[in-house]
T-cell receptor
Framework: GESVGLHLPTLSVQEGDNSIINCAYS??????FIWYKQESGKGPQFIID?????DKRQGQRVTVLLNKTVKHLSLQIAATQPGDSAVYFC?????????????FGSGTRLQVQP | ETGVTQSPTHLIKTRGQQVTLRCSSQ?????VSWYQQALGQGPQFIFQ???????GRGNFPPRFSGLQFPNYSSELNVNALELDDSALYLC?????????????FGSGTRLTVV
C-alpha cells in the first residue's frame, strides 16, 4: 500500500518498551482532542480521546495526557508491540461557528524494533 | 456494524478533468466530513455535511463540492483538477454533529492527477 508520512519525525523503540509521542496544539479554544493511528494504505484509526476539562485518560495500554497550560498533548503506549508501528496523529476540534472540523498535527512515525 | 467504505480505492485523472469520489457512512451516522491528505502530511478538513446540508468548510476553493444523500452516503466532487490535487481523500462519519465518540474514517481514495 501507499507509504504515509515519508518525511515525518520518527520515534524508534524496542519491543516491550514504553513509547511517548508528543504533540503541540495551536488553539486554546479547542475542546476535544483525539489520537489516531494510521497504517500504510489505511485511514486514521481512533485510539483514544480526551476532553479539555480532563488532564489524563487511560485506555487499554494507552494513556493520553493533556497540559492546557503549555498546549501539549502526549500519547503513552505501554509495552509497545510490533503491531503498534504506524504514523500517529493528534487532532484537535474547535467548536467555532459553523465548523466542527478536526485539525490534525503533522504526525510521528513510530517504529518498533523486535 | 459496517464501517466507512470509500470508492474507488485508486484513481488516475488528467489535469483539467473532473472527479467524483464516494463514501458510505458507518451505519447510523448522520454526519460526514471529507479530508485531503497529501503525502507526508496530516489530513486537512475540506467540508462537513449534516442532514444533507454543508455545515462547515475548510480552506478549499469552490471547485471542491459535495453532496450528502438521505441515506447519509456522500460524494466529493472536484472540478478542473490540478496536479496539487493528488492526495489521499478521506471520508469520516460520526454519530452526531458534536460527537465526542470520535470520527470513523474510511481507508480513502488515492487520487493521482497527471
Amino acid at each position: 500500500g501507499e507509504s504515509v508520512g515519508l518525511h515525518l519525525p520518527t520515534l524508534s523503540v524496542q519491543e516491550g518498551d514504553n513509547s511517548i509521542i508528543n504533540c503541540a496544539y495551536s488553539n486554546s479554544a479547542s475542546d476535544y482532542f483525539i489520537w489516531y493511528k494510521q497504517e500504510s494504505g489505511k485511514g486514521p484509526q481512533f485510539i483514544i480521546d480526551i476532553r479539555s476539562n480532563m488532564d489524563k485518560r487511560q485506555g487499554q495500554r494507552v494513556t493520553v495526557l493533556l497540559n492546557k497550560t503549555v498546549k501539549h498533548l502526549s500519547l503513552q503506549i505501554a509495552a509497545t508491540q510490533p503491531g503498534d508501528s504506524a504514523v500517529y496523529f493528534c487532532a484537535e476540534r474547535k467548536l467555532d461557528t459553523g465548523r466542527r472540523a478536526l485539525t490534525f498535527g503533522s504526525g510521528t512515525r513510530l517504529q518498533v524494533q523486535p | 456494524e459496517t464501517g466507512v467504505t470509500q470508492s474507488p480505492t485508486h484513481l488516475i485523472k488528467t489535469r483539467g478533468q473532473q472527479v467524483t469520489l464516494r463514501c458510505s457512512s458507518q451505519s447510523g451516522h448522520n454526519t460526514v466530513s471529507w479530508y485531503q491528505q497529501a503525502l507526508g502530511q496530516g489530513p486537512q478538513f475540506i467540508f462537513q455535511y449534516y442532514r444533507e446540508e454543508e455545515n462547515g468548510r475548510g480552506n478549499f476553493p469552490p471547485r471542491f463540492s459535495g453532496l450528502q444523500f438521505p441515506n447519509y452516503s456522500s460524494e466529493l466532487n472536484v472540478n478542473a483538477l490540478e496536479l496539487d490535487d493528488s492526495a489521499l481523500y478521506l471520508c469520516a462519519s460520526s454519530l452526531l454533529l458534536d460527537s465526542t465518540y470520535g470520527y470513523t474514517f474510511g481507508s480513502g481514495t488515492r487520487l493521482t492527477v497527471v
